[in-house]
């Protein structure tokens, strides 16, 4: 039996279509980049401007609309980063965790860590944070609110229960931050 040349082509025709369409699906998502990836890529940014002690890079990730519930500013945040940053330096990673929540263009990141300070005061001890991200117009996820949920095994009072950020001259004067449930 002889396979005629025609159905040949045919069917390389249609291999190399497949194999093109299964590149291309690959390439795109390669390529294409997820709003999750994003929101990832700001905390992982957070993150890194912390562990370095860089209050600018830090900010940098702070949308410029930023104001908490408690009525914290975005240049109070500036002061108290830069404040907390020179009086204690950058802070060292042993545990890193997040988990987030997103609802169209605003995301909840629940953040939980176990970190040392050692400028100043040497200390390890764990927080919980929780951050919201809004995706701006163009297109980047930034903080517009930030409260502390627990520090050292103690429930945070907000910003007023932190006695390093109580004896800052930035500090801001608020009640109760929102609630995070640990399990």
């Known amino acids: 039996m002889t396979i005629s040349l025609s159905f040949r082509r045919r069917h390389v025709a249609a291999a190399a279509t497949f194999v093109g369409v299964v590149v291309l699906i690959f390439i795109g998502d390669w390529l294409i980049v997820t709003?999750?990836?994003?929101i990832d890529a700001t905390v992982r940014a957070l993150r890194a401007a912390v562990e370095r002690g860089d209050a600018q890079a830090l900010m940098a990730r702070v949308s410029h609309d930023f104001r908490n519930r408690g009525g914290l500013t975005r240049e109070?945040?500036?002061?108290?980063a830069e404040d907390f940053f020179s009086l204690y330096?950058?802070?060292?990673?042993?545990?890193?965790?997040?988990d987030r929540n997103r609802a169209g263009d605003i995301t909840v990141v629940a953040v939980s860590a176990i970190v040392s300070v050692d400028k100043g005061r040497a200390g390890t001890g764990s927080s919980a944070w929780e951050l919201e991200l809004k995706k701006e117009a163009d297109g980047v996820w930034?903080?517009?609110d930030l409260a502390p949920m627990r520090l050292d095994?103690?429930?945070?009072?907000?910003?007023n229960a932190l006695?390093?950020?109580?004896?800052l001259r930035s500090a801001p004067r608020q009640g109760r931050g929102r609630g995070l449930q640990e399990g």
């Not at 709003?35 to 994003?38: A, F, K, L």
């Not at 109070?76 to 108290?80: H, R, T, W």
């Not at 095994?153 to 910003?159: H, L, Q």
């Not at 006695?163 to 004896?167: C, I, L």
């Open 142 to 144: 930034r903080v517009t």
């Open 35 to 38: 709003d999750g990836e994003r």
């Open 76 to 80: 109070d945040l500036a002061g108290i």
């Open 89 to 98: 330096g950058p802070v060292e990673f042993h545990r890193f965790r997040f």
């Open 153 to 159: 095994g103690r429930d945070t009072d907000g910003w």
């Open 163 to 167: 006695p390093e950020v109580r004896s």
